[in-house]
């Protein structure tokens, strides 16, 4: 009996040098120095978060790409969602994707998330300095259909009913997104595909799909839920530097699985952790008293959930991140935990076979 429960991870192409990032952050410049340079805010606070099993990779190795993949199918894992950013034209972190098309490996599922938000220097706490403006010129939809046509006709990319599943950051964002919305649909079918399947992310916006034009909403943790914070004069060794929040991961897993089921298409979402000390230090929002075990519950019941709220290719799971290294979001092995949240993951996501077997 195959699982029915597809469980897509987010996919940050970050790990490569880039000649945006050298200009304003230094020459060689990628997410693992944020990631090692991070240091523990008080006692019991896992920091530097370090890899395992892949160690500080470059995505520009079809090696590393290859291992990536084959861990991730290896724990249940169905496929990569990738960011995807577009700036009116402008593409950047491109080339681990591109590759990936070009080479037809490695031959795993993958889709897009098109993270149209304009990029700004807020890990400096300079949130109004942008680095790259999102601009909308005029004819600026079918110049990003075309330029991500070639992913969606891949054979590898990932469907829903039969359409290519492109997920958007800020839905909300986008002038005039029911016209966008259908202006994309007819160019998907003049150009031979079944139509297109469109989920905006509910990350800053919780937005419902049905008023922008869109087939489903997509629940992305650690957005979308009230956290429990901890008062920072109870953090044991607490640095006084440190202003930043810490909040119950339990906590957080407990409200998000008491969450109702909205009127519209949802598809659930899960993270292993977060702790964006690599990139907002003393001002960090971080989950403490985590674990591999209350991550496996999570995963559990958003896929029972799902298994009984969606039908057919719609029951899909999201997690929040395969890669996340600067947010503490890694499925990827790291010193501490090793394998124990892909473990977890495919502990949780298997649970529905157990309950189906069971009922058979």
């Known amino acids: 009996m195959d699982n029915d429960i597809r469980a897509i991870a987010m996919y940050l192409p970050q790990f490569h040098p880039v000649e945006e990032n050298d200009t304003w952050w230094g020459k060689g410049f990628t997410e693992w120095r944020a990631t090692s340079r991070a240091r523990p805010a008080f006692e019991g606070h896992l920091q530097p978060h370090e890899p395992a099993d892949l160690g500080f990779y470059d995505l520009r190795v079809g090696k590393v790409r290859q291992a990536q993949a084959d861990l991730a199918r290896t724990y249940g894992i169905h496929g990569f969602c990738y960011y995807h950013y577009w700036f009116d034209g402008k593409r950047i972190l491109e080339r681990p994707l591109d590759e990936v098309l070009r080479l037809g490996s490695p031959d795993f599922p993958f889709c897009l998330a098109w993270a149209n938000e304009p990029w700004v220097r807020s890990w400096t706490g300079q949130p109004d300095d942008t680095l790259v403006p999102q601009s909308y010129g005029e004819?600026?939809?079918?110049?990003?259909?075309?330029?991500?046509?070639?992913?969606?006709?891949?054979?590898?990319?990932?469907?829903?009913?039969?359409?290519?599943?492109?997920?958007?950051?800020?839905?909300?964002?986008?002038?005039?997104?029911?016209?966008?919305?259908?202006?994309w649909r007819a160019l998907a079918t003049l150009h031979g595909l079944d139509g297109l399947y469109l989920a905006a992310v509910q990350s800053k916006d919780m937005v419902d799909p049905r008023l922008c034009g869109f087939d489903a909403a997509v629940e992305f943790p650690p957005f979308g839920?009230?956290?429990?914070?901890?008062?920072?004069?109870?953090?044991?060794?607490?640095?006084?530097?440190f202003q930043g929040t810490v909040a119950?991961?339990?906590?957080?897993?407990?409200?998000?699985?008491?969450?109702d089921n909205p009127p519209y298409t949802w598809f659930r979402g899960v993270m292993p952790g977060w702790d964006n000390s690599p990139r907002r230090g003393d001002h960090a929002m971080l989950f403490a008293d985590g674990s591999p075990a209350i991550y496996e519950r999570w995963v559990s019941g958003v896929s029972r959930w799902t298994h009984r709220h969606r039908e057919d290719s719609e029951r899909l799971v999201f997690v929040n991140a395969w890669n996340e290294w600067g947010e503490g979001a890694h499925l990827e092995p790291d010193l501490a935990s090793g394998h124990a949240y892909l473990e977890a993951t495919r502990a949780g996501l298997a649970c529905v076979l157990v309950e189906s077997a069971i009922e058979v």
């Open 248 to 259: 119950s991961y339990e906590g957080f897993v407990d409200t998000c699985l008491e969450k």
């Open 139 to 183: 004819g600026w939809e079918t110049r990003f259909f075309l330029d991500t046509l070639p992913y969606l006709k891949d054979p590898r990319y990932i469907r829903v009913k039969g359409m290519p599943l492109l997920l958007v950051s800020r839905a909300l964002a986008i002038p005039d997104v029911g016209r966008c919305a259908a202006l």
């Open 225 to 241: 839920a009230p956290i429990l914070r901890y008062p920072n004069a109870s953090l044991p060794g607490k640095a006084p530097e």
